[in-house]
């Protein structure tokens, strides 16, 4: 088969939104876990969200640079929202309508963002990190609760 020029070779946009959401978890300040989100309908962009305290109040990094984040008690940070939770206050708080939308996100929704994604209407969710392995539980829980209440969710680069 003839090789196809590179530049012919487009990438496709769940890539490109991937990708984004990956660029965008470096810029958490948080030191345990980094997480980046992208919300996006119809190939554009509504938002963006990455793992953090509120703007304003802390930079875990800074703050906190040899004992980590403060933790709650399942062990995350206690002062982060998370990247989904940053993406979609976002997008309402500036009006933006999410419904019917996809989540792009480098790690799989937790429990409680999984019943935020849930409840603001967001039809499609694609990650690149299994939760339940980062965690180390037995189930994946917000991917269970998503589709188990009809939001498509499924891991970047799998097959459907
Ligand atoms: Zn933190
Ligand atoms: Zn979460």
Redesign the pocket.
Known sequence: MDKVPSQLVKPDFDTIFMELADNLAKRS????AQVGAVLAKDTRIISIGY???PAGT?N??EE?PEE???RDAKGS?S??LHAEQNAILYAVKNGSNIEGSTLYVTLAPCIACARVIYTMKIARVIFLNSYAAYKGIAVEEGVEFLKRFGVEVFQYGSTR
């Open positions: 300040h948080c030191i345990k793992n953090g305290p802390h875990c990094d906190f980590g984040c403060p940070c002062l982060a």
